[in-house]
């Protein structure tokens, strides 16, 4: 009986260490520095549509880990589709909180084109706030302009690691500039992180100890 109450209690143990985490929650925020919209979801997904100052049309989505992602993957996808009327700026964030994959690798993948600038950004914050100016960290940046890869179209990739943390927020971040005239912008920007191999391992060796044990007392 003593091994059998071990045995249950290392499949406890488990199981806590690979339950799904609980529902991280998504922050979209789209400005052009003057008119601010921001908007929240705990499904996985948000959408903001609409007219935004100068910007005659724009259409954002943020996909996150509890839509996209598994038990051992965090994604978040950021896409945007945007004309504007005259010269400016729009500034788009997209935050995840309560994620868990760390110290993980992470790898970010970016598509579009503009008539203008794009400037892409990914950040860590190990406060898991939703963008907190004074406590995130830059994970990578890039800028890509008309011309640039074709014609305005961009395609890139980045990669790096995450510290070992406890929950934390990524943040997706894209500016777009454009000047006079009808000019138009998109792109999807994507960030993956899997989970660390050191929990697999130690799941692998809790259920190794565990049948080990039943099979020595023979319960």
């Known amino acids: ?60 989505t943020g996909l996150g880990t509890d839509l996209l992602g598994t038990d051992t993957l965090d994604v978040m996808n950021l896409t945007s589709v945007n004309v504007s009327g005259g010269t400016g700026d729009l500034f788009i964030f997209l935050s995840e909180t309560d994620l868990d994959k760390a110290p993980a690798q ?10 203008g600038t794009l400037e ?13 100016p004074n406590t995130y960290t830059t ?5 890509f302009s008309t011309g640039q890869l074709g014609s305005g179209v961009v395609g890139y990739t980045d990669t790096g ?15 777009i500039h454009h000047n006079n005239g009808i000019q138009s912008s998109s792109f999807d920007f994507k960030i993956k992180v899997p989970e660390p191999s050191s929990l697999a391992l130690m799941g692998l060796g809790l259920i190794a100890f565990g049948f080990r044990l039943r099979k020595r007392t023979g319960r």
Do not use: C, H
């Not at 985490?21 to 908007?39: I, R, Y």
């Open 1 to 60: 009986m003593k091994a059998k109450k071990i045995f249950k209690t290392l499949l406890a143990t488990l199981a806590l260490l690979l339950a799904t985490q609980a529902n991280a929650t998504l922050v979209l925020t789209v400005s052009d520095g003057t008119n601010t919209e921001t908007l929240t979801s705990d499904t996985g997904a948000i959408m903001r549509t609409g007219v935004l100052g100068s910007w005659l049309f724009n259409v954002t």
């Open 106 to 115: 992470w790898l970010t993948t970016i598509g579009g084109e503009t008539d």
């Open 120 to 132: 892409f950004s990914a950040f860590v914050d190990a406060a898991n706030g939703a963008y907190i």
């Open 139 to 143: 994970i990578t940046d890039t800028l």
């Open 161 to 175: 690691s995450l510290p070992d943390m406890l929950n934390y927020s990524l943040t997706l971040a894209a500016v």
